[in-house]
Nanobody, 118 residues
């Protein structure tokens, strides 16, 4: 599985961004998908995930602001980020894993930088 993330950028606090991650390979509907983020000097943390059955999971700090979704017809996963805060600044990475899991980490895409200015 190869993953290609896009959609990062610079945005002011309170703004929105939509990240996309395209997956190559077959059996996309059998993948659980996730978005992680890593800020400088910090650990990589799971932001949101979506299982093969559409069950979603969010880290508490983004609940109500971020929405993860998937489009099995397009082999893609998205992260809609609203009401962005400076503390959301990080490199965001998409991940995938076969099977139903809320913590997918088997495959990784390259990161996309999100910078939120105050």
């Amino acid at each position: 599985v190869q993953l290609q993330a896009s959609g990062g950028g610079l945005v002011q606090a309170g703004g929105s961004l939509r990240l996309s991650c395209a997956a190559s390979g077959s059996r996309f509907n059998m993948l659980s998908l996730g978005w992680y983020r890593q800020a400088p000097g910090k650990e990589r943390d799971l932001v949101a995930s979506i299982t093969t059955g559409g069950i979603t999971r969010y880290t508490p700090s983004v609940k109500g602001r971020f929405t993860i979704s998937r489009d099995n017809a397009k082999n893609a996963v998205y992260l809609q980020m609203n009401s962005l805060k400076p503390e959301d600044t990080a490199v965001y990475l998409c991940s995938a894993e076969y099977g139903a899991t809320t913590v997918p980490y088997g495959y990784w895409g390259q990161g996309t930088q999100v910078t939120v200015s105050s």
